[in-house]
């Protein structure tokens, strides 16, 4: 390949997408390539008709590579999913020089020894983060090479998924003659688009609002310490409309879509919506504004409690407060309901111009690319990286085995 | 009186199952329809009273499936068509398993599974298995615990430790007969309540109407005679370890009672059940209670509880089963509606239920928080 060209691709449950980009000067990625299809045969993430999903995958790509002029052998590829769930494990390792420091020798071993313990071979791990070390009674610790005590001890934060559910993405890309270089937790992906190094620092909470899905990770002083996926999104929003007013769901996903709103609006509670006369309903009626929020307050309501009891009280630490990714993101009246919810401030998370630039696209908003924009910062930081025992050489080791443990 | 009739099954799988069912049998007596279903021959041989049934022979030698799921699973694979003629006359099937080995952790997902597809609606009551019995026996048991939650229209758990609570000092072999019929007792009352025409009747379609899709249960019984046996009854109902010494009573959102008595019960006693109960449980629980007469039970009370955590009102459930028709895809031949209880219904047919702390959470928040609309 002339140039140095990263592909990457998110199958989610309502669009698949596919971007191609390049690596420019100081760790930036362009975007040349874009592709955008709706998807068929994915419910929650998760591809339940192969044909339908291989014929977005298609289309996607196709585009991309259409509108780059290039032709891709290899992705880069995101997953969520009910079945992504972590693990902690933890490493323990009594220091060994005389006078009681730790070395870096320690540190080396003490990853390794923490990422020993990997969850049983039908999960495929996606990803081992490390987490604070502690220092006999010591916790917290971010570098604790040089500080004296007897026993350090360092947890890993495993993410991993059902090796069933992720060979099926895997295998859907080689139908198509395509290698998946790496596989990446979705949420994971959109953080690194979407977060600076001061929020991650202060500590954060990024919420993606995917259509079949919802992912969160959550950082701590820089160390990812909550992760997690659940199989209820905006399809679920668009169902509970449908059966509260008796609509199709094609009609519930426009109302949704041009009335709704998080909470219920009182600006607009009063009003009432018309609908035509349709197949489902042989004369004209209407439907009252106020019960429509009622209906998408509550789901949404629930789902953000869901990912804050998930959380726990590290929550509470997220001083740099909530981030939302992902189509539902621009949810009107979002930011109110997580106020109330999280007890915390909210923001749009839209990808950042210092990592990623040329992503503008009219059909899909930039909260809904957060994915996939994570994907190409991070595939251009693979390419970036020369050092091979750094993080690209654990990812392609990874993908050597085959992602066997 | 055949399964024809009633529309109820009892089915044990696996070698625990098998002796379950014919230990409910034997407590019940002919009107109980029950089979088996067992990977091990020799097992097969040692149960009376129940018709066993061997299922993946050739695969596993009839040897059993030896502690392993894949092996259970696949055995009832190989066998399923056989497995749902012998169920075909079943409209509500009542499975009885132990977790923690190889048929009963594999074989009855699969089951559950098909069961499910022919419409047929099922509860699954099943053993966990001790905790001294070592963490391997008790990891396989959760692994396919899931399994069953989402297989089974309603889950009642029965861990062993709980039966066993209060036979700790009884030697091995006599403790593990008397929860063994504890059991199977509560689950042969619980046939003698649906079977019976009872003057408050109880029966199969009732309890069909409450089991919940995905939904879990606690199952109990309490017994109790002579003066002040009302009100002995429900404080021994509030004591059974397997509801959790009340707890479950506490947390119910419905409840499937049946008061089994002679004929001396007094109205005023069952009114006097029926207060207690209220007090101990939510205000807004549901309550479905029958009650049937048996000379058997001269001068004694049985009460016999299935605690539901979740429950749907029935004019929901209409509402649910519309919206397969309305909220199912117009476009799609996934909207049809054939009347079963499909619940979660519309854009999720067809994948796996989104089931979080036993709820199931496809099912329209604002229906299962009973919000009100302004229409």
Sequence with gaps: MARSIVAVLEIGTSNTVALIGEPIEGGRV????????????VRKGLIIEIKQAAAGVHTALSQAEDSADVSVGEVLLAVSGSHIVTTPGEGRLPVRASDGKVTRDDLEEIRELARENRPGPERAVLHALSQFYKLDELDGITNPEGMRGKQLRLGTLFIHGQRDRIDDAVNLLKGRALDTRDIVFSALAAATAVLTPEQRNQGVALVDLGGGTTNYVVYLRNVVVAAGSFGIGGDHVTNDIAQAFSLPVNQAEEIKINEGCAIIDPQRSGRRIELPASVVAASARSISVKALHTVMEARLRETLSLVRDQVGPELRHAGAGVVFTGGGAYLPKLDELAARVFGMRSLIGEPLPQYIENLRDDRVKPAALATVSGLMIRSAQMRDEDNPLGPVGMWVSKLAKGFAR | MSSDTTGLMLVGIGGGGCRMAAAARLAHGEGLEAIGFDTDE???????????????????NKQGAGGVHSNGRLAAQDDLANILAQLKDARVVVLVTCLGGGTGGGATPVILKALRAEGKVTLCFATLPFSFEGSDRRQIAERDRPFLEQGADTLVLAPLDDLYAGLEQTPLAEASRQADAMLASGIGLLWRLLL??????????????????????????????????????????????????????????????????????????????????????????HIEMGVVLDPCFDGQVELVALAFEQWVPSERRAGVAAGGEYGGDLLGKDGKNDGKLQVGSGKFRGVEKTVIKGEDLDIPTYQRLHIRLER
Excluded at chain 2, 42 to 59: D, E, K, N, Y
């Design chain 2, 42 to 60: 020799a097992a097969i041989h040692g149960v009376s009273g129940v018709r066993c049934h061997l299922i993946g022979a050739t695969r596993l």
């Design chain 1, 30 to 41: 362009r975007v040349i390539g874009k592709g955008i299809a709706r998807t068929a045969g």
């Design chain 2, 196 to 285: 019976t025409p009872g003057y408050i009747g109880f029966d199969p379609a009732r309890l069909q109407n409450m089991l919940v899709s995905a939904g879990t249960a606690r199952f109990g019984v309490g017994s109790a005679r002579g003066e002040g046996r009302a009100e002995a009854v429900v404080a021994a109902l509030g004591c059974t370890p397997l509801l959790r010494r009340g707890e479950a009573l506490a947390g119910a959102r419905a409840l499937a009672l049946g008061i089994l008595a002679g004929a001396d019960l007094r109205l005023a006693e069952i009114g006097a059940i029926m207060e207690r109960i209220q007090t101990v449980c939510r205000k807004d629980v």
